[in-house]
Antibody, heavy 126, light 107 residues
């Protein structure tokens, strides 16, 4: 059974960098799209971006200037860095596995997120 | 960005009821529409992918339909464990976007 587990600080100061890791167990990191999704308290879901096991990435334009997603296939881990955080970045951060439904086109890789971590609350506050 | 609009935003229903939730995309997304269920304090769970395919392990009382811009999630006979918030999501084009959610409550 595939399991994902987020880890990282629960409190980050404004203007600093949020750093989270996600460890994948029970399955291979190959051939999937590994994603970060966040949910501000009491609000809806926002896709942050993904990294393919080969290292290619795609980010939400609304966050692109501040986001870096990286992967370490030897450790079955992938990571999120979000720079220059503000209170608006306070959210539960989920890592998730994107399962490809078919080949990618020029406009998208068609995915379904079939495994999720439990989520970790990150609060931005001084 | 493609906007996903769910209706209703909240819904009260009873155990045994048949319930339908609608999701509308601001432009055609073919069939690249997923549905998720989220319970309080938990991660979302994939129910339906590609508009109408039932995820492994999900009860058959859940079904999805639609293509283009209009989609529905139907629960044929509500069970106590189905009271949750439901989200649709498109992965037709970047950035992937979610609907605002439909909260299903017990009447």
């Amino acid at each position: 059974q595939v399991q994902l587990q987020e880890s990282g600080p629960g409190l980050v100061k404004p203007s600093e960098t949020l750093s989270l890791s996600c460890t994948v167990s029970g399955g291979s990191i190959s051939s999937y799209y590994w994603s970060w999704i966040r949910q501000p308290p009491g609000k809806g879901l926002e896709w942050i971006g993904y990294i393919y096991y080969s290292g290619s990435t795609n980010y939400n334009p609304s966050l692109k200037s501040r986001v870096t997603i990286s992967i370490d296939t030897s450790k079955n881990q992938f990571s999120l860095k979000l720079s220059s955080v503000t209170a608006a970045d306070t959210a539960v951060y989920y890592c998730a596995r994107g399962h490809p439904l078919r080949y990618c086109s020029s406009t998208s890789c068609y995915l379904a997120f079939d495994y999720w971590g439990q989520g970790t609350l990150v609060t931005v506050s001084s | 960005d493609i906007q996903m609009t769910q209706s209703p935003s909240s819904l009260s229903a009873s155990v045994g009821d048949r319930v339908t939730i609608t999701c509308r995309a601001s432009q055609s997304i073919s069939s690249y529409l997923n549905w998720y269920q989220q319970k309080p304090g938990k991660a979302p769970k994939l129910l339906i992918y590609e508009a109408s395919s039932l995820q492994s392990g999900v009860p058959s009382r859940f079904s999805g339909s639609g293509s283009g811009t209009d989609f529905t999630l139907t629960i044929s006979s509500l069970q106590p464990e189905d009271f949750a918030t439901y989200y649709c999501q498109q992965t037709y084009s970047y950035p992937y976007t979610f609907g605002q959610g439909t909260k299903l409550e017990i009447k």
